[in-house]
C-alpha cells in the first residue's frame, strides 16, 4: 500500500529551521492532550452506558456473557485510548528543546509488553542487534549532561538494575548516549539533545540499519533527526555547537567538526563508515547528513542515512486503516521536505519496519499519556 | 499537514474505533437480552 510514496524528496538546498519548535511542540502537546480528555470522556461516557445495559441483564450464564463482552469492550477502548496515546506523543514536532539538561525520564512499559530491550552498550548492541528483535518501540531518552558516554558504560538513568560509570573525559564535550538495561527487558536507549550525542546515536541507528537492510525490511526516515538538531543551532545556548566545539555549516548538509581525541568517535567513525558502505549505492537514500569527521584515524566526509522515526508504522497499521497509515506517513514526508529533509520510503518485502523515536519531551508525553 | 492536524485525524479515527467497540458491546448484549426474551415468551406459552 506504500507503493505510490516517493523513493526520495530531495529538498536539500532548503535551509533548517528550528526556533520556533519549542513553542510548536507546546502547542501540539497542548491539543494532543485535549484530545486525549476528550476520547477518554467518551470511553468513559459510552462505559457506562454498557454497564447500565449489562445490569438489565438478568440470567446468569447471560449475564456471565454480558460482563464477558463489558470486559471486551474495556480492552478495546483501552487499546484505543492507549494508541492514541502512543501515536499522538508519537506525532508531536520530533523536536526538542534546548533544555539539554533535563533528567531523563523512564516510562514502563511493562503492563504492555511494548517494548523490548536491543542492548546496553554500543559494543553490546553490535553483537546482539537482529531485526527480530524489534518487537514494537525503540525508545530514546533524553539524558543529563554527563551522565554516561563510555565505551564501557552500562545503563543509564532511570535504570536502577545497572550500574553507570562516567567518563569524565567525554563529559564536557558529549552529552550521554548508552542504552539502558534491566531486567524486565525494556529498553531504554538514551540520547541526548546534543550534536555528539545526535551522532552517536546515529551510530546506534545505523547499525539498527545495517540489519534492516541486510534484512530487507522497510525503512522510514521521519524528519526528527534533523528537527532535533535544529534547535541546537538556532539557540545558541549553553549546549550550542559552537560553545561545545562543533563547527555547523548549514548548506543542506550538516558538517561537524569533532575533537579528534575522542577515542568514542573512532569506534563512531568505524560505525559511520560500516553504514556508509550499506548505503553509499542506496540511491532513495532518505536523510542525507554530510559528516566531516575530523579524525586521527578517520577523515572522511560520508554520506548517512539516518532514520530516527518518529511513527511506529505497527502501531499506526493497527490503529488506522491502510489509506490513512499512507495519509499520516505520507504527510510526514512532505513535512520533511517542507523543512528541507530528504526522505524517501524502502519497502522491499512488504514487511514494515518498525522503530522509533522519543526524545526526553515526547517521552514525557507518552508517559503523561499513559499514567491517565 | 502539521502535526496538530495529524493528531486532529488521530483523535477522530481513534473515536471512530470507541464508537465501533460500543456498537459493537451494544448489539451483543442486545441479543442476550432477545434470547432471554425469547426465552421468556416461551415459558409463558
Known sequence: ?372 | MDSKKIISILKLKQQSEVIDSYHEALEKINNLKNKLDGEKNQNVK
Do not use: C
Not at chain 1, 553490546?124 to 525503540?138: A, G, I, N, S, W
Not at chain 1, 548508552?178 to 527487558?185: A, C, K, Q
Not at chain 1, 518518529?310 to 488506522?320: C, H, N, P, R
Open chain 1, 1 to 372: 500500500m506504500f507503493e505510490s510514496f516517493p523513493k526520495s524528496i530531495d529538498n536539500t538546498d532548503k535551509k533548517v529551521e528550528g526556533a520556533s519548535e519549542n513553542i510548536e511542540f507546546a502547542e501540539t502537546l497542548q491539543d494532543a492532550e485535549a484530545g486525549e480528555m476528550e476520547l477518554g470522556l467518551l470511553v468513559a461516557d459510552l462505559q457506562a452506558d454498557i454497564e447500565k445495559q449489562v445490569d438489565e441483564i438478568s440470567g446468569p450464564e447471560e449475564k456471565e456473557s454480558a460482563l464477558k463482552i463489558l470486559s471486551e469492550f474495556k480492552e478495546s477502548t483501552f487499546k484505543s485510548l492507549r494508541d492514541y496515546a502512543l501515536i499522538a506523543a508519537l506525532a508531536l514536532p520530533g523536536i526538542s528543546n534546548a533544555d539539554t539538561n533535563k533528567e531523563a525520564s523512564f516510562i514502563d512499559y511493562e503492563s504492555t509488553n511494548q517494548v523490548e530491550v536491543i542492548s546496553k552498550s554500543l559494543e553490546d548492541l553490535e553483537k546482539r542487534v537482529h531485526v527480530d528483535d524489534f518487537e514494537t518501540m525503540h525508545i530514546f531518552f533524553g539524558h543529563k549532561k554527563g551522565e554516561l558516554i563510555h565505551e564501557q558504560g552500562q545503563g543509564g538513568k532511570g535504570d536502577p538494575t545497572v550500574s553507570v560509570e562516567t567518563s569524565t573525559e567525554f563529559d564536557n564535550k558529549l552529552d550521554s548516549l548508552l542504552i539502558g538495561h534491566n531486567p524486565d527487558e525494556l529498553i531504554t536507549i538514551t540520547m541526548h539533545n546534543h550534536p555528539a550525542s545526535v551522532l552517536l546515536g546515529f551510530a546506534n541507528q545505523l547499525y539498527l540499519d545495517e540489519q534492516e537492510i541486510l534484512n530487507s525490511k522497510t525503512y522510514i526516515a521521519p524528519p526528527s533527526t534533523l528537527d532535533l538538531m535544529a534547535p541546537l543551532i538556532s539557540s545558541g545556548g549553553a549546549n550550542s555547537v559552537e560553545q561545545d566545539g562543533y563547527v555547523v555549516d548549514i548548506n543542506g548538509t550538516w558538517k561537524y567538526e569533532v575533537d579528534k581525541s575522542k577515542e568514542n568517535f573512532v569506534r563512531f567513525s568505524n560505525a559511520i563508515g560500516k553504514a556508509t558502505e550499506l548505503h553509499e549505492d542506496d540511491s532513495s537514500a532518505v536523510v542525507n547528513f554530510l559528516y566531516e569527521m575530523n579524525d586521527e584515524v578517520v577523515n572522511k566526509t560520508v554520506s548517512v542515512i539516518a532514520d530516527l522515526q518518529v511513527l511506529d508504522v505497527e502501531i499506526v497499521k493497527q490503529s488506522i486503516s491502510g489509506k490513512n497509515v499512507e495519509f499520516l506517513i505520507k504527510e510526514y514526508i512532505d513535512k520533511a521536505a517542507e523543512i528541507g529533509y530528504t526522505i524517501s520510503y524502502h519497502k522491499n518485502d512488504g514487511t514494515v519496519f518498525k522503530r522509533e523515536r522519543l526524545n526526553a519531551d515526547i517521552n514525557q508525553a507518552t508517559k503523561s499519556f499513559l499514567a491517565r
